[in-house]
């Protein structure tokens, strides 16, 4: 009786000792996630290259999807010269098989842009670029007003219908520069 009894004793404390380790364990895990190095996005720009971008089909959506999640946080980061920036081109985080996709600061996705139309005269923009984070900015033509044709990805992750825009100032200008990198021209080149 006195043996059942100790025996019962022991599987307590083993239990509360299991129950305690575990706990622990938790914590500790825990801990560990707190302190991960945060994602050094910065580090996963490719430096600039004047690769033309493919167009992005169905095919593409789960890699699109992959480097969209990047490529946002890349507008969210602070790089040398650019405080910020509004939008980020596929070619920026891949020199091999760059997609013909950028992302803006307000998470949209916009699919194989081409600029259609604008006005007739340009007129003289100060630009930064993310792929320069070192370069000072530097003045650039652009048009003020332009019709852009796109596909963007929607929610459910499919290609929309192509539509078309008509974008003005800053939106017209975030485009132009846009448009160029996935055409493989960077401010530095024009
Ligand atoms: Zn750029």
């Not at 007003?145 to 219908?161: F, H, M, Q, V």
């Not at 160029?180 to 080149?189: A, E, F, M, Q, T």
């Amino acid at each position: 009786m006195s043996e059942e009894k100790d025996e019962q004793a022991a599987l307590e404390a083993d239990k509360e000792h299991f129950v305690q380790t575990q706990e622990e364990l938790d914590r500790q895990d825990e801990a560990a996630k707190e302190k991960e190095e945060p994602v050094d996005f910065a580090s996963l720009l490719v430096p600039p290259h004047t690769k033309k971008s493919r167009k992005v089909t169905e095919e593409d959506i789960p890699r699109v999807m992959k480097d969209a999640h990047i490529m946002y946080n890349l507008c969210h980061t602070q790089v040398g010269y650019i405080p910020g920036c509004f939008a980020v081109h596929h070619s920026q985080i891949d020199d091999k098989d760059p997609l013909n996709f950028f992302v803006t600061m307000d998470k949209e996705v916009v699919l194989n842009p081409e600029i259609v139309r604008h006005t007739k005269f340009p007129v003289v923009k100060t630009e930064g670029c993310l792929s320069f984070s070192m370069n000072p900015p530097k003045k650039v033509e652009r048009f003020h007003k332009i019709e852009a044709e796109c596909n963007y990805l929607t929610r459910d992750g499919k290609i929309s219908e192509l539509i078309t825009l008509s974008l003005s100032g800053k939106n017209a200008e975030v485009w132009q520069h846009e448009t160029d990198h996935g055409n493989g021209i960077l401010i530095y080149s024009i």
